[in-house]
């Protein structure tokens, strides 16, 4: 009842003076979370019955979950790894400049230097808009610790290694390229 706490106003909970520092809800279902946003029953959070799971639903459907291993699930009730997206897009996006980073990918390890490989999206000038990006790939070189460009593809579809500006469908320009042999 909105009228037992009037108000736009900050309110502790427990004995005066010494709030309480856990509040205890019921775990709540799909279409009726046990936490809720303004009078929409149907949008909020709830504990997955039976488990250390925590759900959100919007209009009563389950939409992501948090499983007890810290995986984070979206249209799946079992996620499998840290993110997983079940039959949906990850869309990285920017507001960049032609020239500049739209997105990218990042591969780190917790040990050693961090950053050991990245794939990032970029306008590349003199494209005319930003309707065009290539494809760059990094790996980080051990003696500068910093990330080098190993292969690109390009908006024209040509892909280069060892190259920023292939010219073919396939560009490869090493000092130490070898041919198998047959």
């Given at each position: 009842d909105?009228?037992?706490?009037?108000g736009n106003t900050t309110y502790e909970i427990g004995q005066s003076g010494s709030a309480?520092?856990?509040?205890?809800?019921?775990?709540?279902?799909?279409?009726?979370?046990?936490?809720?946003?303004?009078?929409?029953?149907?949008?909020?959070?709830?504990?997955?019955?039976?488990?250390?799971?925590?759900?959100?639903?919007?209009?009563?459907?389950?939409?992501?979950?948090?499983?007890?291993?810290?995986?984070?699930?979206?249209?799946?009730?079992?996620?499998?790894?840290r993110l997983n997206i079940y039959q949906g897009n990850l869309r990285l996006s920017g507001n960049e400049t032609i020239g500049g980073p739209l997105g990218a990918v990042i591969f780190e390890s917790s040990v050693g230097t961090g950053r050991v490989a990245a794939i990032r999206s970029?306008?590349?000038?003199?494209?005319?808009?930003?309707?065009?990006?290539?494809?760059?790939?990094?790996?980080?070189?051990?003696?500068?610790?910093?990330?080098?460009?190993?292969?690109?593809?390009?908006?024209?579809?040509?892909?280069?290694i060892g190259t920023a500006g292939p010219t073919a469908s396939l560009s490869i320009t090493s000092a130490s390229f070898v041919s198998p042999t047959t």
């Open positions: 909105s009228s037992l706490l009037p309480w520092s856990k509040a205890y809800l019921g775990d709540g279902t799909t279409g009726g979370p046990s936490y809720t946003f303004g009078n929409d029953t149907t949008l909020g959070i709830f504990k997955v019955a039976g488990t250390s799971t925590i759900g959100f639903s919007t209009q009563g459907l389950e939409r992501m979950r948090i499983s007890a291993s810290g995986n984070v699930g979206i249209g799946t009730t079992g996620p499998a790894d970029y306008i590349p000038s003199g494209t005319g808009g930003a309707d065009y990006a290539d494809l760059r790939f990094y790996t980080t070189h051990m003696d500068v610790n910093k990330d080098v460009e190993r292969m690109r593809i390009t908006t024209d579809g040509n892909v280069g």
